[in-house]
């Protein structure tokens, strides 16, 4: 532990302050009982003493360096190289190969500058004393002082149309930065696209994210499937209608369902729901078995499958909407028609 006096500023080098009593200012308390135990005894490192493994540091250190140059080209390189795309996989690609040169590059500086500082750097120990925060009654004066003469030198009280027009002009200054950026976003006011989902008459719902219809009887009880629409690949935005769509579908026994959105919406105990919660959007889905309760990991909303996703707790202030669900002939799950109300945040309990 060290104690230091109130208004010292020295620097003190290793072992100079060993032993030292410590200097308070009167009124200051029992601290003053401690005596300041120094430095421990100087070991030096491997490197101060020994010349080839000072010169090994050197070239670990160059190494890391290098693996940072290494990591900003690939980087540079995926940048061109890699184009996101519009798919899935070539986003997945294009993300992987930027972020682990990224990583590589500020990891490579990162070891590399900690590494020279532990092992080359020069080793000395120094204690900077700790010195009281607030400025003398004199510096304080002065800084106002010099305020005053400042406001005095700009003659703003006496001006009032001056004040007026450097107030104004302040005033006005943010537009500069906020019109652009509302300009920009003001697109994606275009709430309506949210209405609808790839979601139809007869749409096969696929396991997410192979694609692969499923049968109503590889729904075991109590599990739960994440659930895309086929051919979500061929849409002209995959990635946009993937975030509207995604469904999660749930099997409970057919006399725990206690309601649902519409008549016929379930198939023999399986529910499907937006994924979407209604507070802000954040993916749902933590499902509990025994309570039929989906969980909401961002703020908590909790909704409950059984009573056609009811808000039981939290945030959130509508139902997660319910994908209406048959089977066809093969006996695969299909969509009986879109969600009948829009997927997402509140929003649209303005509408109603
Ligand atoms: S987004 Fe789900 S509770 Fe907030």
């Given at each position: 532990?060290?104690?230091?006096?109130?208004?010292?500023?020295?620097?003190?080098?290793?072992?100079?302050?060993?032993?030292?009593?410590?200097?308070l200012?009167?009124?200051?308390?029992?601290?003053?009982?401690?005596?300041?135990?120094?430095?421990?005894?100087?070991r030096?490192?491997?490197?101060?003493?020994?010349?080839?493994?000072?010169?090994?540091?050197?070239?670990?250190?160059?190494?890391?360096?290098?693996?940072?140059?290494?990591?900003?080209?690939?980087?540079?390189?995926?940048?061109?190289?890699?184009?996101?795309?519009?798919?899935?996989?070539?986003?997945?690609?294009?993300?992987?190969?930027l972020?682990?040169?990224?990583?590589?590059?500020?990891?490579?500086?990162?070891l590399?500058?900690?590494?020279?500082?532990?092992?080359?750097?020069?080793?000395?120990?120094?204690?900077?004393?700790?010195?009281?925060?607030?400025t003398?009654?004199?510096?304080?004066?002065?800084?106002?002082?010099?305020?005053?003469?400042?406001?005095?030198?700009?003659?703003?009280?006496?001006?009032?149309?001056?004040?007026?027009?450097?107030?104004?002009?302040?005033?006005?200054?943010?537009?500069?930065?906020?019109?652009?950026?509302?300009?920009?976003?003001?697109?994606?006011?275009?709430?309506?696209?949210?209405?609808?989902?790839l979601?139809?008459?007869?749409?096969?719902?696929?396991i997410?994210?192979?694609?692969?219809?499923?049968?109503?009887?590889?729904?075991?009880?109590?599990?739960?499937?994440?659930?895309?629409?086929?051919?979500?690949?061929?849409?002209?935005?995959?990635?946009?209608?993937?975030?509207k769509?995604?469904?999660?579908?749930?099997?409970?026994?057919?006399?725990?369902?206690?309601?649902?959105?519409?008549?016929?919406?379930?198939?023999?105990?399986?529910?499907?729901?937006?994924?979407?919660?209604?507070?802000?959007?954040?993916?749902?889905?933590?499902?509990?078995?025994?309570?039929?309760?989906?969980?909401?990991?961002?703020?908590?909303?909790?909704?409950?499958?059984?009573?056609?996703?009811?808000?039981?707790?939290?945030?959130?202030?509508?139902?997660?909407?319910?994908?209406?669900?048959?089977?066809?002939?093969?006996?695969?799950l299909v969509?009986?028609?879109?969600?009948?109300?829009?997927?997402?945040?509140?929003?649209?309990?303005?509408?109603?």
């Amino acid at each position: 532990m060290s104690i230091t006096p109130v208004n010292g500023h020295d620097d003190h080098e290793h072992g100079d302050t060993a032993g030292s009593d410590v200097a308070l200012r009167e009124g200051e308390n029992s601290v003053g009982k401690f005596r300041n135990p120094g430095f421990g005894p100087h070991r030096p490192r491997r490197s101060d003493v020994d010349p080839a493994a000072n010169k090994r540091a050197e070239r670990q250190v160059v190494v890391l360096f290098a693996i940072s140059i290494l990591g900003t080209i690939g980087f540079v390189v995926a940048y061109f190289a890699l184009p996101p795309g519009e798919t899935l996989a070539s986003m997945r690609t294009s993300n992987l190969a930027l972020g682990l040169g990224l990583a590589f590059s500020l990891l490579g500086i990162g070891l590399a500058a900690v590494h020279w500082a532990k092992s080359l750097m020069n080793d000395h120990e120094k204690a900077e004393d700790r010195h009281a925060q607030r400025t003398s009654d004199a510096g304080r004066a002065e800084a106002l002082q010099v305020l005053k003469d400042g406001a005095d030198d700009s003659a703003i009280g006496r001006r009032g149309v001056l004040k007026g027009a450097l107030v104004s002009s302040l005033a006005l200054f943010p537009l500069t930065l906020a019109l652009p950026l509302i300009g920009e976003v003001g697109e994606d006011w275009n709430v309506s696209k949210f209405k609808r989902t790839l979601w139809a008459k007869n749409k096969k719902l696929t396991i997410d994210p192979t694609g692969r219809p499923i049968k109503a009887s590889d729904v075991t009880v109590g599990s739960v499937v994440h659930v895309i629409p086929e051919g979500l690949d061929e849409a002209e935005a995959p990635l946009d209608e993937k975030a509207k769509a995604v469904v999660l579908l749930v099997r409970m026994d057919p006399r725990d369902i206690k309601s649902e959105q519409g008549e016929g919406w379930s198939y023999d105990g399986i529910v499907a729901f937006s994924k979407i919660c209604t507070h802000v959007g954040c993916p749902v889905a933590l499902y509990e078995q025994q309570t039929h309760h989906l969980l909401c990991p961002c703020h908590q909303s909790t909704f409950d499958v059984a009573d056609g996703a009811k808000v039981v707790f939290g945030p959130a202030k509508r139902p997660l909407p319910q994908l209406p669900i048959t089977v066809d002939d093969e006996g695969y799950l299909v969509a009986q028609s879109d969600f009948a109300e829009p997927i997402g945040p509140s929003f649209w309990e303005r509408l109603r």
